[in-house]
């Protein structure tokens, strides 16, 4: 699957955004999708997961209370809100999508690894 992020943007601290991640086709579904950002001086960290039933969503500490995952299925887009945005949220926010399900992923999520499918990527920048 061809996942394409977009709604990235300047913003001030405070402020809320929401960026989106379309993907090309329906398989999409039926994989779990998540987060991830490369901040600078950072390797790529997790920020955000759903399940493909939607039923279980993951958040990195440092968002947690902050930003929203979700998904709909049937327009096959992954979205996150993100509120009360901090000037350490700077960074390019990336969609992946991952095939491995049950306790596997679920004991698993925040590692890149798992994630078969990636998205190019939209830059997020926050101003103090």
């Known amino acids: 699957v061809q996942l394409q992020a977009s709604g990235g943007g300047l913003v001030q601290a405070g402020d809320s955004l929401r960026i989106s991640c379309a993907a090309s086709?329906?398989?999409?579904?039926?994989?779990?999708m998540g987060w991830f950002r490369r901040t600078p001086g950072k390797e790529r960290e997790f920020v955000a997961a759903?399940?493909?039933?939607?039923?279980?969503?993951f958040y990195a500490d440092s968002v947690k209370g902050r930003f929203t995952i979700s998904r709909d299925n049937p327009k096959n887009t992954l979205y996150l809100q993100m509120n009360r945005l901090k000037p350490e949220d700077t960074g390019v926010y990336y969609c992946?999508?991952?095939?491995?399900?049950?306790?596997?992923?679920?004991?698993?999520?925040?590692?890149?690894?798992?994630?078969?499918?990636w998205g190019q990527g939209t830059q997020v920048t926050v101003s103090s």
């Open positions: 992946a999508a991952a095939t491995i399900n049950g306790p596997a992923y679920s004991n698993n999520h925040d590692d890149p690894s798992l994630y078969t499918s």
């Open positions: 086709d329906h398989t999409s579904r039926r994989n779990n």
């Open positions: 759903v399940r493909w039933s939607i039923t279980t969503t």
